[in-house]
């Protein structure tokens, strides 16, 4: 280089910034650790990031690489009470020779010409198993009424025997649930003082949808029921599942120590895969009683005692796949997996005889895990079977006595 050239780069250098050692403050770092926002829960299993309503802005004070310090906040356990989906509760009392029933629903009325969706949940399950799928369904149908029953031996549904019989004779055979399914729909028509029923719309989950089913293929609502909706059962995968219920019995807790327990435990099996609906239902599911728990210290037991159901659990079953296809109206049948479809529901479904949706990600307690998806299923199942939305062309006689052309 020649000292020309040595000379101008030390006059250009001399221009320039000095260079700051790179130095590591460790005391700051820890500062600036401190000052990090803990992370924030969400309680929707479907949260976002995009949900975020604040934006952290880098500044020389904050390192937005640093571990969080402590453990973030765990989602919320506690309960959800049934006045946020249903706008009462009936306790309907009928007398029978040999006992008093109290049908126990969830009821929210229909307005105008809504139609009035009847639920009707499976073995162990209460009526409180569909009130995220409620919500759900006003959100696409405001008018719309929701009748949600707990069915005898289950929720707070209760059969008083008469004279010196010490306690209930526990019957849940196909006839007898099909008989209260009906009765609890009248009774409350009677107890909300309806001129008439709204037109029907039949959803049954697991046991609840050999229930309906049963129920539409009697024809005892006539003609109001605009179809019915069965959900995550069929006639040979239920038949198969019979052979591990007991397997199944023998690994869940026999009880809790608190109520929030009790959810939690519905979470981590995945027995319910949504923390919302596993907080508004498993309360339906157990009650606290110390002196019939197996230890002081776990008072919370199971409402219904599923092992006692095994004389009935065939019966419920049984011809089930017949039943839903030659039943009078609009049929759907939502599942988790098409591995639960059967040889003659195949035939069915070829020969679109019913709708058939099907949701991989969902356990068993679809309406529970994915209530907004099943929603949109049935509200689009709905709208197609809607007889008021039906218009007809006139007659030809009638055009014809009128002077008009055909």
Request: no cysteine.
């Amino acid at each position: 280089m020649s000292d020309l050239q040595k000379s101008f780069a030390k006059a250009k250098l001399a221009t320039l910034p000095p260079v700051l050692p790179d130095t590591f403050d460790e005391q700051e770092e820890v500062e600036m650790q401190a000052e990090l926002p803990e992370p924030q829960s969400d309680d929707s299993s479907s949260a976002s990031s995009a949900s975020s309503t604040g934006t952290v802005k880098p500044t020389v004070a904050k390192n937005l690489f640093a571990r969080p310090v402590g453990s973030p906040h765990k989602k919320s356990l506690e309960q959800i009470p049934w006045t946020a989906y249903f706008e009462r509760d009936l306790f309907l009392e009928v007398p029978t020779p040999s006992a008093t029933i109290t049908y126990h629903v969830y009821l929210t009325s229909p307005t105008g010409s809504a139609p009035l969706f009847v639920m009707h949940h499976g073995a162990g399950s209460s009526g409180l198993s569909f009130a995220g799928l409620t919500a759900e369904i006003r959100r696409l149908l405001p008018g719309a009424g929701m009748l949600s029953i707990d069915a005898r031996g289950h929720g707070s549904t209760t059969v008083k025997p008469h004279g010196d019989a010490a306690s209930e004779v526990l019957d849940l055979s196909l006839d007898t649930l099909n008989a209260d399914l009906v009765t609890a729909i009248t009774k409350t028509k009677e107890a909300m003082a309806w001129p008439m029923l709204p037109s029907l719309v039949l959803i049954g989950h697991s046991l609840g949808g050999a229930v309906v089913t049963d129920v539409a293929k009697s024809g005892k609502l006539g003609n109001g029921v605009l179809g019915y909706a069965v959900l995550d059962v069929v006639e040979g995968s239920a038949m198969d599942a019979l052979q591990s219920m007991h397997t199944y019995l023998s690994t869940r807790p026999p009880s809790f120590a608190t109520l929030e327990s009790g959810i939690d435990w519905h979470i981590r099996s995945r027995t319910i895969r949504n923390s919302t609906s596993a907080r508004i239902s498993v309360p339906g599911l157990l009650r606290h009683d110390p002196q019939a728990a197996p230890q002081r210290s776990r008072p919370w037991i199971w409402r219904t005692d599923l092992a006692a159901t095994q004389p009935f659990w065939e019966g419920w079953f049984v011809g089930l796949s017949r039943k839903f296809l030659e039943a009078k109206g609009g049929k759907l049948l939502l599942l988790a997996g098409t591995d639960r479809l059967d040889k003659e529901l195949m035939i069915g479904q070829m020969q679109g005889k019913y709708a058939l949706q099907v949701f991989p990600e969902a356990g068993h307690f679809i309406q529970e895990d994915l209530p907004e998806k099943t929603a949109i299923s049935i509200v689009d199942f709905y709208k197609r079977n809607d007889r008021s939305a039906l218009v007809l062309p006139p007659k030809v006689s009638d055009m014809l006595k009128a002077g008009r052309r055909v």
